[in-house]
């Protein structure tokens, strides 16, 4: 008598072979993109480390001076170091919103795995470059610049590839959930950043660049290696990216499961045969969508120019929020960065919630603008009673987080992904890249503004800088009010709808 088979290998049994692939993908691209997001992390935890207030050194040792410059970076010793960070911030930001555009072009009509893995390899390059400054003892402001640039040329390759990977694997069903909690890998990925940046930066700042420089760059060889662009490609079934005319093809369609792959009943076995050898022949001749078509898709402009706005008040605080820890709270440059990674900590919950949410009412709309609204008073409250102890800082941080990256993780990842299979396309996934792209690159705008305005107003004090980042959560909604009118009203037709059949 054979042996009953261990209750784990069972359980692995239980999943199919399409699962172990879609579970691959997911598991590859998070941590690709957790990679890229850490390696952006260690400029906003070594700015306190480049000026710092030398007096609490105590005295110059090289000299009888006292001045309190002594210990700083040159060129950032000087009283205007705040507008040379925003330079820096801008540097990488403004080439990675113009290479953005650029990117999902080259994305479309590029096999994934080469692109992706190819601007891993590059972003680890420019990013230990910038570390290696301190050991070559540089100190001229066009060199850390240049490389800036370069780095945000570089890492403009990750998140439309990732995004149209995930999107050619999974289908429309329990997509805001799935993406959720796949986009917390942005939060992982500035946790992990800011703890590898904080362990070196008062010793050694450049190895707080060196190392996620590293990383960065093994995770593309990995990507190179196993990552699998179509679900075609291994023999796997596509997803199920719309249910319309599924009547009209003779396919009985069941509840949609979780990786969003088409689920049949056994009437339809010939049916799903002809399907899938349609679904090959449509992946080798898939033609890319123009730049111009893929503004016309409906809600695209709108969520790009929200992005805009949502992403300005993100990456104002990826940038400037522990330096605002150090100035207000005068925690050490490492408790700061400790301390930041809170308002990461509510960004993965912010996005889990946001995707749950938009799945059960299908307003995708709806979510961000009252998460965006939300966040607003919370702002004001955080600034204002924040910094009165550290467990009403650790709270506050943990919902502002929550309430400013639910949004921002909803759009890049559900939305782009919704509107890159939109209905108008007729089944052509070659437009996802593109879409990206252009939400993406939109936001990336937004994202080189903020941290721009924050150095310029922060002179003026931090109080201004939260009042402007709170009109910017507002100008975010006010994009999206055609888009949220819209599915109001499309809610309010499906109960009357409901309520008509049951008077008949």
């Not at 705008?445 to 959560?473: C, E, H, K, Q």
Request: some cysteine.
């Amino acid at each position: 008598m054979r042996a009953i088979p261990a209750p784990g290998i069972r359980f692995l049994r239980s999943f199919s072979r399409d699962s172990w692939y879609r579970g691959l993908i997911l598991v590859l691209t998070f941590l690709c993109y957790t990679t890229f997001h850490l390696s952006r992390k260690p400029i906003s935890i070594v700015k306190s480390e480049l000026h710092y207030n030398c007096s609490s050194r105590g005295p110059n040792p090289h000299n009888e001076s006292n001045s309190t410059t002594w210990c700083d970076w040159k060129p950032f010793d000087q009283d205007n170091y705040k507008e040379l960070f925003g330079a820096l911030d801008n540097a990488f930001l403004v080439a990675y919103a113009i290479g953005m555009y650029i990117s999902g072009v080259f994305g479309e009509r590029l096999p994934l795995r080469y692109y992706l893995s190819g601007g891993m390899l590059l972003s680890g390059l420019f990013t230990a470059l910038f570390g290696l400054g301190y050991y070559w003892n540089i100190h001229e402001l066009w060199y850390f610049v240049l490389v800036q640039v370069l780095n945000g040329l570089a890492q403009t390759t990750g998140w439309p590839s990732v995004v149209t990977c995930v999107g050619n694997w999974f289908g429309k069903g329990k997509r805001g959930f799935i993406m959720g909690i796949w986009n917390s890998h942005t939060s992982v990925g500035n946790i992990l950043g800011s703890l590898i940046a904080g362990a070196w930066v008062s010793n050694a700042w450049g190895l707080s660049f060196i190392v996620p420089g590293i990383i960065i760059a093994s995770m593309g060889v990995i990507c190179f290696l196993f990552l699998i662009e179509y679900p075609e490609d291994v023999d796997c079934s596509p997803p199920l990216h719309h249910t319309a005319g599924l009547e009209e093809k003779g396919l009985e369609a069941g509840h949609s499961i979780s990786d969003g792959s088409l689920n049949i009943s056994s009437n339809s076995r010939e049916n799903i045969v002809d399907m899938s050898e349609g679904s090959k022949e449509s992946t080798e001749n898939r033609e890319a969508i123009s730049f111009i078509d893929a503004l016309r898709i409906p809600g695209v402009v709108e969520f790009s120019f929200c992005l805009l706005f949502a992403k300005l008040v993100s990456y104002t605080f990826l940038y400037w929020l522990p330096l605002y820890i150090v100035n207000v709270a005068h925690f050490t440059a490492k408790k700061a960065g400790d301390m930041s990674t809170l308002f990461d900590v509510g960004g993965i919950v912010g996005g889990i919630l946001a995707g749950l949410i938009s799945d059960y009412t299908g307003g995708r709309g709806t979510t961000c603008c009252t998460m965006l609204i939300l966040a607003v008073p919370m702002l004001f409250a955080y600034n204002h009673v924040g910094q009165n102890g550290l467990a009403t800082s650790i709270v506050m941080l943990i919902i502002c987080g929550a309430l400013v990256n639910g949004p921002y993780a909803l759009i890049t990842t559900a939305v782009s992904a919704d509107l890159g299979t939109h209905e108008c396309l007729q089944g052509n996934a070659k437009a996802l890249a593109t879409v990206t792209a252009i939400i993406d690159g939109t936001g990336s705008v937004g994202a080189a503004l903020g941290p721009l305005l924050a150095g310029l107003i922060s002179r003026t004090g931090w109080d201004n800088v939260f009042y402007m980042l709170m009109a910017a959560d507002l100008l975010a909604c006010l994009f999206l009010s055609r888009v949220v009118f819209k599915e109001i009203r499309g809610w309010c037709g499906s109960c009357g709808r409901k309520r008509g059949f049951k008077e008949f």
